[in-house]
């Protein structure tokens, strides 16, 4: 393993450590807890909160989304590993503004249970909560089994639409019901090139051939749909927009918003060639593009490979969209 | 003895945490085959938390092995130690404000346990999970009609058994369940980790 850490027990809270140094006028440690980070700045008396948790290893998500139009906290784990129930209910109790708090974060079995039990906490402290997963990851499972499916870099269009929804001082019922609004009209899908090192474990806990591609694989090293040989980047995005399109069909005149993500270990000279050929794509069938971003917002540390994540909009979604979200790590207020 | 006390069942969890400890490579090495091998680090923690925890200074069953849950979960998130954070406070309520745990009352326990586990996460018996041994142990003690002692001893006995089984089950839970019928000849780590439970308790209770 070559890694710039030092103990890699340490790598988790040596990170939150390091962002706390650098943007202490928008995140903090809640009661001084690395694994509770909450909005450093003022929140709206009122509002509605969002907020969400989940494994390290993956930034900007979790934590880099909390700030304002987006996240108010997020509980963390250690690398890939849920953060505990009393933990999220410390994050929740945290956050709540007295207007109820949303949990929107990815469906996956250790999150999902330990969520479960901090509204139930949550629950005997009469501070009401909801839970949305997100499940945007098409390769996980079939559209009949959507539920099952596995979340990816998806979550942060949800998070945006959620955090926009509530910041415009929504009732949590009408965040909730735009949030799944959203999230039926959202896909996702990735490629993986090179395993990632979970630094306690010191190697991959997973391999990929020299000259292969894991199609549809997880930001855990999940197993994808198939692994194919080495393609080009355009054969690459054909496969994944097929797939995309195969499962939220698109037409001529659709106006969808494009998510190039890079998985930690893609350099951003590849995502724009892969961005080239999802706009070509698109440009052929007829669909508008509304708004792109093409960077690094849900990575697996060095895991090479990218996942592009498709939004159908319409004009309600476009309103959320367009609030402005103004985080250490996201912001569209230059766009 | 007949009935377990209090500082009995605290005891007990010293006994599971050192279990947990000896049996760490064993759990790693099971959870390689289809997880990502971390169970045994995280039940060794898990339990190793319980002991350090302030659940060892609540004065009631049921207070303690709340707390004890949450101190599972709080050292160790991973899938299994919230499975045991939900059966342990799911068992606890079944069990209510108790003074003494006799062998039917325990196997109430772990019943509750199982079906708390159950409703949370969705899952069955002969899924290749941690129920495959808990459940028929459960069972075993309920039914039981021998004192404390033989009534672990059947109840271990169940437990390893339903572990046994695992071996010839799909999983369907989990990281596991991404290998489908390739977990089919793996013993289930988390089944291992409720015979481990079982087997802390009748060892317990033989050096009385």
Redesign the interface.
Known sequence: MKKIINAPEDFSSETVEGILYAHPDRLKALDGDLQILVRADDVKKGKVSIVTGGGSGHLPVFLGYVGKGMLDGCAV?NV????????MFKMIKGCDNGAGVLCLYGNY??DN??F??ACELSDMEDIKTMQIRVSDDVASATLQEKKKRRAVAGLVYAWKIAGAAADMMLPIEEVAEITRHALENLRSMGVALTPCI?P??GKP?FSIGDDEMEVGMGI?G??GIEVRKKMTANETVRVLMDKITEDMPLFAGNEVAVMVNGLGGTPLEELYICYREVFDYLARIGVVIYSKYIGEFATSMEMAGMSISILKMDDRLKMFLDYEANTPFFTNANR | MDKLKLQNIKEIFAKISSTMDDNKDLLVELDSKAGDGDLGISMSAGFRAVINSDAMEKNNIRKFLMSAGMAVNEASPSSLGTIIFIGMIGGAKRLGDIEEIDARDAGNFFLGSAEAVMEKTGSKPSEKTILDSIIPAAQSLINSEKDLLESFADAYEAARQGMLATKEMKAVHGRAAYYQEKSIGFQDGGATVGMLIFESIYKYLQNQ
Do not use: C, L, Q, R
């Open positions: 784990g890939f590993a849920s953060p505990s129930a009393n933990k079995g250790g249970m330990n479960d039990m979970v306690m474990a806990t855990h999940e197993p």
